[in-house]
Every structure is written in C-alpha cells, then in structure tokens.
C-alpha cells in the first residue's frame, strides 16, 4: 500500500509508540482490504469505552486504561501511552444507560468501572455523545467528507442522506484513525463505488415514518448490500425528514447490509435517476406496491402471537426531539399499564431539551421512562417478565427476538403508546 | 506428491493473502454469510445466530470456509474477544471482501484468504483437512471422503 511521506513517518514512530501502532494497524487492515492508500480524515465516530467485566479484568491485570485501549482500539498488545486524539471523535452508544445500573441490570461495580473509562476518553478528546445518532448532536458531515463512523444506521445516514463518505468501520480502525487522521482509502470514499446497483421502483406513495421503515427492510431484503436508487415516476411525494429517513437506513441495514442508497429527488447524489445510476444500466428493477408493503409487515411481526405487551421500546435509532413531542402529546393524560413499561431512547444532549421542554416531566407522569446512551439490543436489558414487546423500529424488531427470545409486534408511535396504556397490542396495516 | 499417492485426494487452490502465516485444521463450511454482533459467542466461539446453519456449532480451531461477514459494526470487536478467550479459527477462507471482514480478520491473528482461482465453498467440504499459506496463497485440502487412515502410509 502507497504511503505518504508523513504516513511513513507516523509508521516509523515520529509520532510515539501509540501512533506507530495505529499505522501499523491501519497497514494490515489496508492491505487486507487490497487497499491502495490511506485517505485523511478529520472525523470519527467510535465506540472507545469499556462496559463489561472482561475489559474490567482485563484493566486490571494489563495495566489499566491504556492497556484496554492498546489492546481493544489498537490491535497492540505492547501497553502504549494514548495521546490526545488528532481528530474529532464522537463516541457512538453503549452496552447501557450508566444512569439506570438496577432498571439495566448493571452492578454499580461495572458502572464505576465505565465512568473511569469514560473520563478517560473525555481527557483524550472523546466527545460523549453516547448515541447512534452522532448527525443529530454536533457531528454533521458536509457532502464530499471522508469520515470513518461505526454503527452500521449511522454510515448508512451519513453516505446517503449527507452525501458523505465511510465504510463500516470497526472499534479497531476507528481507534487507529483518531491518533492519525487516517484510514483506508476503498469501498465508499471511491466514487464509483457510490453509484446506484439497483432501482425500486415505487407504486405507491411512502408518508408516514413507518411506512419509510417498512420499505427500508423489504429494500435490505432485497439488495443486501448492494446501493439501492428509490425511484417514483410521480416523483417522491412529501419529502421524508430526519426520523424517516433516519428509519428507513436503519431497517435497509439490518435486513441487509446497506451502507448507500439513494432516493431520487431527495438525496444529494441522486438529482435524476441517471446521475444516481451513473449511466449505468440496474442490475435489478424492483417494484415496491401495496403487496409487498403488506408482506414486509407479515415478515416483521413473524414472532408475534400473544397480544398481551410487558414493554414498549421507542428510540431506535434514537429519537429525535421532534419524536419525543410527538410520543409526549400521545401519552399525556394517560397511564402506562401496571403490567406494562414505557421506555424511550435518545441522546444525552436531546434528553436535557426534552427536560427543559418539559416532555421528560410529561412521559415519567404517564409512567414511562425517558433514557439515554443505549436501547434494549444494545444492552440485552428489558423488563423483568418481558415476554411481548411493542416497537416503532423495523431494526429493533430485526434484532429483539433473535437477541433476547421475545415476540415483537412492529407498528406505528401511537399504535405503541397505545399499547403501553392498555397492556394490548390493537395495530394492524392501515 | 502426497496428492497423487493418496489417489487424488488432495487439491490445491490459489488465492491472495488478507493475514500471513501458516495454519492447518479441520475444515467447517457454510454458505451463509456470519454475523459478528449477535451472531457469535466468543467465549466459546460458537455460532448463535437463529437460522445459521452453523448454530450452536464452534469454529474454534477450525478452518472456517464461508461467503463474508454481514451484520453489525461491531464484527471485528466480537472475533477480537475471541481471539482473547482463544477461540477463534485457525484461519479463515472466505469470498466477499468487505470491511468488517477484512478488519475482523486482521485483528483475529488468523492465517486468512480471499479472491481464489476456485470458490473453496465449491469444493472444500467441512471434515476435510485444510492446510492454509497465506504467505504464499496456497491452500492445500484433504478430503475426508476419500481418505481411509486404515491404508494410509
């Protein structure tokens, strides 16, 4: 792999041992990748703290946090000094809400453990942003910037709404490039790469935020990880806003592996059908009508049965200030069932808004719960007695069941709120 | 030449190098593509995934023979761990580049391949022997099926 003169230096130690290792890595991985060369970044999202007894131990026999870091975010295990990050590092979600240690099911042990590897990562830069949803706090990319982001529903959020340009990345690459502003220059930074491979062609019209997650997951289905163009010749009707779009890569990415789509007249690689193509010619032509929207919602309540609901989970990926109003106004003047629990996920920075707006007040009032760094697949934390759960998430009803054994039934906000208040799940496809 | 007295039963494939060095093992193959986050267990290096085909079944020690990696950003954490907890395959064989397999295998320390001459999931069966160079691109198997250690020298 090509490497620049300062690359070569970083390689050769003029940076310190901890820099050395990063290039080192970033070496290996480029090559494995039959990567040409590194490209800059100046953006990085990452998970970098320590949440569970293994990394606990291993802190304490290696050496600490530099030792966790070396050997989890580095590949090294020669224990290297960690220096201050080079570049902007947002820290993605976690393995809980430090908040809520009995609620998760965390001993106060563990949680102490996170918070001295959370100063840790603050001192070293890390912004504590604790979300899947980096692009709703501060880290906004511009259309055209290399970053290196994990977390599969913010790369896909990143390339395709913003029109910047990741891969997935892992805990890892991501730990090299914040000591070098470096990583492997394939896959989504190349242009070509970016370029439409299939087109959906749309029947009917897309409005509601659950309606844009069901043609998420029917699109991942279908093209796994190849780059979707969603096309209408009506054109798209209301143009979707964060939430639905936000829901839409986060199901196309969990069915499939969608990193990249494109909605014609939309996103901002996408102007016409033949510029999200490139001129070139689909692999496939997919139609998405009122037959595969009603099998895509069959598919995602496949392990529902019973219509008694313990718990309703909101937030994934974690909601917006705009959905929490809306699941406020929904609940308030009602009660969560007594064989019921509300919990919703969002962001550090939205929950202090959602408190001051006076929405927290509104939703713990009803019952519910309004949490932060984590959701119930993250953490494998769910009410005690949790058989049925309720969910306005395409990605969340992917994962609860496979993760935790539990029926899911997939619906909108209000059918969700609903079920919290009567412990009864009434949805059905409009 | 060891091929050719065992009666054939030893085939070689060529392929690029993803991580150096040398392993042997016994092969474990499957045409579905592996989850990292949610679909193993590292502490024992088995297959969780429902509907895996793999399920319940560890590949630690083994050759592991499969189309890529799917899933969560979190693939190369969970074959990092298990690298840790010393489960993880002797090497791995696979088709599909992508980032979180290429990253996943690096971290692992496993002897690892791609881009070959022939698909290994076309002819490597799991219970066949598997010699992986990666340094070289050379994989060498052989297969169970024909090989009866009753005649063997």
């Known amino acids: 792999m090509y490497l620049t003169d300062d690359e070569k230096a970083m390689r050769d130690g003029s940076g310190g041992a901890a820099v050395q290792k990063a290039m080192d890595l970033l070496v290996r991985y480029g090559e494995a990748l039959g990567a040409e060369r590194l490209v800059e970044t100046r953006n990085v999202c990452a998970t970098i703290t320590s949440t569970t007894p293994f990394q606990r131990d291993f802190a304490l026999k290696q050496g600490g946090m530099d030792a966790v870091f070396s050997e989890f975010s580095l590949d090294s295990q020669e224990v290297v000094p960690i220096p201050k990050f080079k570049v902007f590092t947002s820290h993605l979600q976690l393995g809980f809400d430090p908040g809520q240690p009995e609620r998760m099911g965390v001993s106060e042990d563990i949680v102490r453990f996170y918070e001295k590897s959370e100063r840790h990562a603050a001192g070293l830069g890390a912004q504590i942003m604790n979300t899947c949803t980096p692009y709703q706090v501060g880290n906004i990319p511009t259309r055209g910037e290399h970053c290196a982001w994990m977390e599969s529903s913010a790369v896909i959020y990143c390339n395709s709404v913003l029109g910047a340009r990741t891969n997935?990345?892992?805990?890892?690459?991501?730990?090299?490039?914040?000591l070098t502003g470096r990583i492997p220059y394939w896959g989504y930074h190349l242009d070509e790469h970016r370029l439409g491979t299939h087109v959906v062609e749309l029947d009917i019209e897309i409005e509601s935020v659950q309606d844009w997650g069901l043609l998420g997951y029917f699109i991942g289905e279908q093209v796994q990880d190849r780059v979707p163009v969603v096309h209408s010749r009506r054109g798209i009707g209301r143009?979707?806003?964060?939430?639905?779009?936000?829901?839409?890569?986060?199901?196309?990415?969990?069915?499939?592996?969608?990193?990249?789509?494109?909605?014609?007249?939309?996103?901002?690689?996408?102007?016409?059908?033949?510029?999200?193509?490139?001129?070139?010619?689909?692999?496939?032509?997919?139609?998405?009508?009122?037959?595969?929207?009603?099998?895509?919602?069959?598919?995602?309540?496949?392990?529902?049965?019973?219509?008694?609901?313990?718990?309703?989970?909101?937030?994934?990926?974690?909601?917006?200030?705009?959905?929490?109003?809306?699941?406020?106004?929904?609940?308030?003047?009602?009660?969560?069932?007594?064989?019921?629990?509300?919990?919703?996920?969002?962001?550090?920075?939205?929950?202090?808004?959602?408190?001051?707006?006076?929405?927290?007040?509104?939703?713990?009032?009803?019952?519910?719960?309004?949490?932060?760094?984590?959701?119930?697949?993250?953490?494998?934390?769910?009410?005690?007695?949790?058989?049925?759960?309720?969910?306005?998430?395409?990605?969340q009803a992917h994962y609860l069941p496979a993760i935790l054994g539990v029926q899911a039934w997939f619906g909108s906000t209000a059918e969700c709120i609903d079920a919290a208040c009567t412990g009864r799940w009434n949805g059905s496809l409009a | 030449m060891s091929g050719q007295t065992l009666g054939g039963q030893t085939l070689v494939i060529r392929g690029r190098k993803v991580v150096g060095g040398v392993a042997?093992?016994?092969?474990?193959?499957?045409?579905?593509?592996?989850?990292?986050?949610?679909?193993?267990?590292?502490?024992?290096?088995?297959?969780?995934?429902?509907?895996?085909?793999?399920?319940?079944?560890?590949?630690?020690?083994?050759?592991?023979?499969?189309?890529?990696?799917?899933?969560?950003?979190?693939?190369?954490?969970?074959?990092?761990?298990?690298?840790?907890?010393?489960?993880?395959?002797?090497?791995?064989?696979?088709?599909?580049?992508?980032?979180?397999?290429?990253?996943?295998?690096?971290?692992?320390?496993?002897?690892?391949?791609?881009?070959?001459?022939?698909?290994p999931l076309g002819c490597i069966e799991t219970g066949d022997w598997v010699r992986v160079d990666a340094d070289r691109g050379i994989v060498e198997v052989t297969k169970k099926n024909k090989h009866n250690p009753e005649t063997a020298p």
């Open chain 1, 168 to 178: 997935a990345e892992g805990r890892e690459s991501t730990g090299a490039a914040m």
């Open chain 2, 24 to 119: 042997e093992g016994e092969a474990m193959v499957t045409r579905d593509q592996i989850s990292g986050w949610g679909g193993i267990d590292p502490r024992t290096g088995t297959v969780v995934e429902t509907r895996h085909s793999l399920r319940g079944q560890s590949f630690a020690g083994k050759v592991l023979v499969f189309p890529g990696a799917k899933g969560s950003s979190g693939w190369s954490a969970m074959f990092h761990v298990a690298r840790l907890m010393n489960t993880v395959p002797a090497a791995f064989l696979f088709n599909e580049m992508t980032t979180k397999v290429a990253l996943g295998t690096v971290v692992s320390h496993s002897p690892s391949m791609t881009d070959f001459d022939r698909d």
């Open chain 1, 239 to 395: 143009v979707p806003n964060l939430p639905r779009l936000k829901h839409f890569g986060a199901a196309a990415s969990s069915s499939g592996g969608v990193e990249m789509y494109h909605v014609v007249g939309v996103t901002p690689e996408a102007l016409s059908l033949e510029q999200a193509l490139g001129g070139r010619k689909p692999a496939q032509v997919l139609r998405y009508g009122e037959a595969e929207r009603r099998a895509t919602y069959e598919t995602i309540n496949a392990t529902a049965r019973s219509a008694d609901i313990q718990y309703v989970m909101l937030g994934c990926p974690h909601y917006t200030i705009e959905q929490i109003w809306e699941a406020a106004q929904l609940i308030e003047g009602r009660k969560v069932h007594p064989g019921c629990e509300l919990w919703i996920f969002t962001p550090r920075a939205i929950k202090s808004l959602a408190d001051r707006n006076g929405y927290t007040k509104i939703i713990e009032d009803a019952g519910g719960i309004l949490m932060t760094d984590s959701c119930s697949a993250m953490s494998r934390a769910v009410p005690k007695g949790t058989q049925t759960v309720a969910l306005d998430s395409a990605k």
